[in-house]
């Protein structure tokens, strides 16, 4: 039975003969690299316009600046961690998980490799900014 709503296609997700979408980041089908040789392709600049918000907004200016690599940063591999799941779309081998946010969150990833892997340093410093903020509109 036709639906009189279109099922929006998920971009986000997706696999094609040459690419594979995981989470809006592009890797190449057959190796799973987002910078392949054998394919040719080099996916970084594309894929950062993913994460670039993000990165601004979590980021200071000098961080930004200094230890963003942007399209010379070092790429991502889903080689081995991806498989066709529901639908025949890409998700985690892990979890069996489409768009899985716990193996393919590429803008923490991307995040953790700036601050040396560790998680809380600018969310704890976001969070007591939030604090005084709103002490100051009681």
Not at 94 to 122: D, M, P, S
């Amino acid at each position: 039975m036709d639906s009189q709503y279109p099922v929006e296609e998920d971009f986000n997700n997706a696999v094609d003969s040459y690419s594979v979408t995981v989470n809006g980041f592009i890797f190449c089908t057959r190796h799973g690299l987002e910078v392949c040789e054998k394919c040719p392709t080099d996916n970084r600049s594309s894929n950062n316009m993913v994460v670039e918000d993000m990165l601004h907004e979590r980021l200071t200016e000098d961080e930004y600046s200094t230890k963003w690599k942007g399209d010379e940063r070092d790429p991502f591999t889903i080689a081995h961690k991806w498989t066709r799941v529901s639908k025949g779309k890409p998700g985690c081998i892990a979890h069996k998980t489409v768009a899985c946010e716990e193996c393919f969150n590429w803008g923490e990833q991307l995040y953790r490799g700036i601050h040396g892997n560790r998680k809380t340093r600018v969310s704890r410093l976001h969070r007591k900014s939030k604090d005084h903020t709103s002490d100051r509109l009681e």
